[in-house]
């Protein structure tokens, strides 16, 4: 199975201020159609995880734009710029390339 | 719009087989994936397994011998079956849609 080492597991941070948060995979993430399956999730406290950044960059429905994920291969980052009070959170990251499906352990988001 | 919903007992008792049904709108069973993903309290989020869009079947390596995953397309309907449960399957069960879309969970406990 991929292995999903992400880091740092917490972060506390003001509003306003910059973060990144790392994911490395124990194998590439390039599928053989050529696409790289990563996912980026953000978990508010009590609900449920939603979908910020797939195939490594792309945006997803309604995110803002301060949020950009970057990478290849087997190292990835999710950018949070201007962080806001509604961030905080555990921030996941989730690989979609090989059977089976893995996440990393998380990264909770504190907002000083 | 697309929605999701699991609905299943809350409560289990140890040894039995969980049952879980996620039911989903705005969306053809044919045409996307459904993945079924659980959360321990406290803990990070596990891939169980997933629905493909054609039918076909993938498995969590840890879970795949307990865990069977089904459907219903003219319900609108995929099935969670997982036997031998124990105290440390406790915890929120969700199914989602590529990641894009999520239910808001069911929280099983398994107790006597």
């Known amino acids: 199975d991929v292995v999903m080492t992400q880091t740092p597991p917490s972060l506390s941070v003001a509003i306003g201020q910059s973060v990144s948060i790392s994911c490395k995979s124990s194998?590439?993430?390039?599928?053989?159609?050529?696409?790289?399956?990563l996912n980026w999730l953000l978990q508010n406290p009590g609900q449920s995880p939603k979908r910020l950044i797939y195939?490594?960059?792309n945006l997803g429905s309604g995110v803002p734009d301060r949020f950009s994920g970057t990478g290849s291969e087997k190292d990835f980052t999710l950018k949070i710029s201007r962080v806001e009070a509604e961030d905080l959170g555990v921030y996941h990251c989730v690989q979609a390339t090989h059977v089976p499906l893995t996440f990393g352990s998380g990264t909770k988001l504190e907002i000083k | 719009q697309v929605q999701l919903k699991e609905s299943g007992p809350g409560l289990v008792q140890p040894s039995q087989t969980l049952s879980l049904t996620c039911t989903v709108s705005?969306?053809?069973?044919?045409?996307?994936?459904v993945h079924w993903v659980r959360q321990p309290p406290g803990k990070g989020l596990e891939w169980m397994g997933r629905m493909r869009y054609n039918g076909d079947t993938s498995y969590n390596s840890a879970l795949k011998s307990r865990l069977s995953i089904s459907r219903d397309t003219s319900k609108n309907q995929v099935f969670l079956k997982m036997n031998s449960l124990q105290t440390d399957d406790t915890g929120t069960y969700y199914c989602n849609s590529g990641f894009a879309y999520w239910g808001q969970g069911t929280l099983v406990t398994v107790s006597s």
């Open positions: 195939q490594v960059s």
């Open positions: 705005g969306f053809s069973l044919t045409s996307y994936n």
């Open positions: 194998q590439s993430l390039v599928h053989s159609d050529g696409k790289t399956y």
